[in-house]
């Protein structure tokens, strides 16, 4: 029994996932807040998403809470909220956690960061 393979495999089950072309036409259309959950490292390696802040998973919690002394403006419950990591275990977890903080637009970008890219979608890297 994998007890993390578990957690990611029920919440999963229970959060909307998003493939990385939905994700792309949505950004076009919609006000999305994406949150990039992964260390400042992932970014500095691999790049990222284009509009995308950075949230790391340790810290979500507390910026996505309007009563904590580090909530973060661009968080709010009532706004569609999209996560990704690598790939897709982090934004899974923290998908159901926004939910239990009462975020009822939320979504992960199943794959991850992994499958934007692997789709051909563009990468914004530092310059």
């Known amino acids: 029994?994998?007890?993390?393979?578990?957690?990611?495999?029920?919440?999963?089950?229970?959060?909307?996932?998003?493939?990385?072309?939905?994700?792309?036409?949505?950004?076009?259309?919609?006000?999305?807040?994406?949150?990039?959950?992964?260390?400042?490292?992932?970014?500095?390696?691999?790049?990222?998403?284009s509009g995308s802040i950075h949230a790391p998973r340790g810290m979500l919690e507390f910026y996505a809470d309007p009563t904590s002394a580090y909530h973060a403006p661009e968080f709010d419950p009532g706004r569609r909220t999209i996560l990704y990591c690598a790939t897709g275990g982090r934004s899974a977890l923290a998908a159901r956690l926004l939910q239990a903080l009462g975020y009822d637009r939320v979504a992960h970008l199943e794959g991850g960061f992994k499958a934007w890219r692997d789709s051909g979608l563009p990468v914004l890297t530092e310059t």
């Open 1 to 49: 029994m994998n007890a993390t393979a578990d957690l990611i495999a029920e919440a999963r089950g229970r959060i909307e996932r998003l493939s990385p072309s939905t994700l792309a036409a949505e950004l076009e259309t919609e006000d999305v807040l994406l949150v990039d959950l992964r260390d400042a490292e992932e970014w500095r390696q691999h790049g990222g998403i």
